[in-house]
């Protein structure tokens, strides 16, 4: 089984070299395929610029071996084609935009698929903003101001982006209306990585990573490690 990287937004600022470079250590080094999944930007006909900025970056990082695919709405998700390229992939990395297009995108698809058995396999799922939020089984949608389905790769957990900016104010409301799940609040240029033992997971990056259930939260800084899922002390009362 591969690892997962979540990152909080700000993903290509130039601040992120951490995680990633670290994600992509796991993925088996610079020269694996690393391919960059744009759909979340497609929505308002921003995935391109997007990919390519995604390109530009992990190129400076010293990958040689980055595409950013043509993977933007249903019908592409269900490319035979895509999902042999996502199937040989070490690496892939979903962009952020729209959370819920991402998830309706991705949901079922060959694709998504593909993305799966090569996690089974060793790859590192990585996704920023709207990209990590659809990783986990459920998701808040900003636009509905709802909880809403995820893609289920990671269980448990609901993960809330851009954390030091807009994110904290959805935090507390959610945590209390759905005492079930774990909410993971990730600052902009801040990822973690579940590459620590028994299922632990690290913080990199510029800020933090804070923690909600119910009424309680814990934070955590670069360097420290979290295990949120069966975590006892969160348990609600």
Same mark, same amino acid.
């Given at each position: 089984?591969?690892?997962?990287?979540?990152?909080?937004?700000?993903?290509?600022?130039?601040? @992120?070299?951490?995680?990633?470079?670290?994600?992509?250590?796991?993925?088996?080094?610079?020269?694996?395929?690393? %391919?960059?999944?744009?759909? *979340?930007?497609?929505?308002?006909?921003?995935?391109?610029? *997007? /990919? !390519? $900025?995604?390109?530009?970056?992990?190129?400076?990082?010293?990958?040689? !071996?980055?595409?950013?695919?043509?993977?933007?709405?249903?019908?592409? *998700?269900? %490319?035979?084609?895509?999902?042999?390229?996502?199937?040989?992939?070490?690496?892939?990395?979903?962009?952020?935009?729209?959370?819920?297009?991402?998830?309706?995108?991705?949901?079922?698809?060959?694709?998504?698929?593909?993305?799966?058995?090569?996690?089974?396999?060793?790859?590192?799922?990585?996704?920023?903003?709207?990209?990590?939020?659809?990783? #986990?089984?459920?998701?808040?949608?900003?636009?509905?101001? %709802?909880?809403?389905? /995820?893609?289920?790769?990671?269980?448990?957990? #609901?993960?809330?982006?851009?954390? &030091?900016?807009?994110?904290?104010?959805? *935090?507390? !409301?959610?945590?209390? !209306?759905?005492?079930?799940?774990?909410?993971? /609040?990730?600052?902009?240029?801040?990822?973690?990585? &579940?590459?620590?033992?028994?299922?632990?997971?690290?913080?990199?990056?510029?800020?933090?990573?804070?923690?909600?259930?119910?009424?309680? %939260?814990?934070?955590?800084?670069?360097?420290?490690?979290?295990?949120?899922? $069966?975590? &006892?002390? @969160? $348990?609600?009362?």
């Amino acid at each position: 089984m591969g690892y997962i990287l979540l990152e909080g937004g700000a993903e290509f600022g130039g601040l @992120m070299a951490q995680p990633d470079l670290r994600a992509l250590d796991l993925a088996g080094g610079l020269h694996v395929r690393l %391919s960059i999944i744009p759909a *979340a930007a497609a929505a308002d006909n921003n995935h391109h610029r *997007a /990919g !390519q $900025n995604g390109v530009r970056w992990f190129s400076k990082l010293g990958a040689t !071996q980055v595409t950013a695919l043509p993977l933007i709405d249903q019908v592409s *998700a269900n %490319s035979q084609e895509l999902a042999a390229v996502l199937g040989r992939s070490r690496l892939i990395y979903l962009l952020g935009g729209f959370p819920h297009y991402l998830a309706q995108t991705l949901a079922d698809s060959f694709c998504w698929t593909a993305i799966l058995a090569a996690h089974r396999e060793g790859a590192v799922i990585a996704g920023s903003s709207a990209g990590a939020m659809v990783l #986990c089984d459920h998701y808040y949608d900003p636009a509905a101001k %709802s909880i809403k389905k /995820g893609l289920n790769l990671l269980t448990g957990a #609901c993960v809330l982006p851009h954390h &030091n900016t807009f994110g904290k104010t959805w *935090a507390s !409301q959610l945590a209390e !209306q759905n005492p079930e799940l774990i909410f993971i /609040g990730i600052d902009e240029e801040t990822g973690m990585i &579940n590459d620590g033992p028994q299922g632990e997971w690290t913080v990199y990056g510029k800020g933090s990573v804070t923690l909600y259930r119910r009424h309680q %939260s814990r934070c955590y800084r670069t360097g420290e490690m979290a295990r949120f899922l $069966n975590f &006892n002390d @969160m $348990n609600p009362e």
